[in-house]
Nanobody
Framework: QLQLVESGGGLVQYGGSLRLSCSGSGFALDPYTIGWFRQAPGKEREGVSCIHSSDGSTDYADSVKGRFTMSRDNAKSTVYLQMNSLKPEDTGVYYC???????????????????WGQGTQVTVSS
């Protein structure tokens, strides 16, 4: 069964940058649609972005468009989330998720993903 491992979280000041990584443990990620989700204390889990297995296209939540960028490195079996111009509102636990079948417009719904990582904490200070 596919296992996902996130890394790259940490503490950063307002306006700073972080790059999160999502790797498959012993599995290539290119056959999967990969999504990033985040959850702040007291709030619901939110779909942040997605990279589609079908054509490599990406989708982003309105709250992060223009600031976050997803990419794949198939040789390293890793998906990245580059986060720039970070705000305190971006604080939360970030989760990587995978689905073996293609998702279209439903990419931001967590219930459609089959595999999840353990999460990595991102904290943005004022």
């Amino acid at each position: 069964q596919l296992q996902l491992v996130e890394s790259g979280g940490g503490l950063v000041q307002y306006g700073g940058s972080l790059r999160l990584s999502c790797s498959g443990s012993g599995f290539a990620l290119d056959p999967y649609t990969i999504g990033w989700f985040r959850q702040a204390p007291g709030k619901e889990r939110e779909g942040v972005s997605c990279i589609h297995s079908s054509d490599g296209s990406t989708d982003y939540a309105d709250s992060v468009k223009g600031r976050f960028t997803m990419s794949r490195d198939n040789a390293k079996s890793t998906v990245y989330l580059q986060m720039n111009s970070l705000k305190p509102e971006d604080t939360g636990v970030y989760y990587c998720a995978a689905r073996g079948r293609e998702l279209g417009s439903a990419w931001s719904a967590a219930r459609w993903y089959n595999y999840w990582g353990q999460g990595t904490q991102v904290t943005v200070s004022s």
